[in-house]
């Protein structure tokens, strides 16, 4: 089976840039989540969608941050303009419920 | 607000030991826990969970222990592989809010052959 599946996996590019980080979850799983790691804060949950719903998008940095999730299949987290304390790396993970998350990869974002 | 700490950032072991990985929370609410492993280049993966009425929880090598008393929490590996080296968080969430798992900061366990 496919795990959740994230891309791109390593994303550079220059402040002031819109960013879009894509997210496939596994096929099943009703919950999606987003989640940012960074030295300074470790693991931290950014948004959390249900059934395609956001529920919970308190952890969300700043309104330079949107997350959408057009159908059970596929999410997106957008930056813009980007800057360069958003380097980080970017988790997605799924489940069916809440608990029992799977994460991706990541996506390893550098903004100069 | 960290409510989850890993004092120890790192964890030297030789093969074939005992690993021991601490994990202390401050929020009494917290009554579901959690160790992921994490190897470079890859997403956490989940390890092995605890309940809060429960003190231990044992899955093959791995034992988590509770103490809620102390809001401590333990990993044991035994014995250690090298395929163990990895970076293990301790993450916590409470039954109100169970989506939202609260991470500790991790620490890098290296087994030496």
């Known amino acids: 089976d496919a795990g959740v599946i994230q891309s791109p996996r390593h994303e550079v590019t220059e402040m002031g840039q819109e960013v879009t980080l894509r997210c496939k979850p596994i096929?099943?799983?009703?919950?999606l989540f987003w989640y940012r790691q960074t030295m300074m804060r470790g693991l931290e949950l950014l948004i959390y969608?249900?059934?395609?719903?956001?529920?919970?998008d308190s952890g969300m940095p700043e309104d330079r941050f949107s997350a959408k999730m057009p159908n059970a299949s596929f999410s997106t987290l957008k930056i813009q303009p980007s800057e360069p304390r958003d380097s980080a790396v970017y988790f997605c993970?799924?489940?069916?419920?809440?608990?029992?998350?799977?994460f991706g990869d990541g996506t390893r974002l550098s903004i100069l | 607000d960290q409510q989850v700490k890993q004092n120890s950032p790192s964890l030297s072991v030789q093969e074939g030991r005992i690993s021991i990985l601490n994990c202390d929370y401050t929020?009494?609410?917290?009554?579901?826990f959690l160790w992921y492993k994490k190897y470079p280049a890859e997403g956490p993966t989940f390890l092995i969970s605890?309940?809060?009425?429960?003190d231990k929880n044992e899955d093959g090598r791995f034992t988590v222990f509770l103490n809620k008393s102390a809001k401590h929490l333990s990993l044991h590996i035994v014995p250690s592989q090298p395929g163990d080296s990895a970076v293990y968080f301790c993450?916590?969430?409470?039954?109100?809010?169970?989506?939202?798992?609260?991470f500790g900061a991790g620490t890098t366990v290296t087994v030496r052959a």
């Open positions: 993970a799924s489940s069916l419920g809440t608990v029992g998350k799977h």
């Open positions: 096929s099943g799983h009703n919950s």
């Open positions: 969608f249900n059934n395609n719903v956001p529920i919970d």
């Open positions: 929020n009494s609410m917290f009554d579901y």
């Open positions: 605890i309940s809060s009425i429960k």
């Open positions: 993450a916590a969430s409470s039954s109100s809010n169970d989506y939202k798992l609260s």
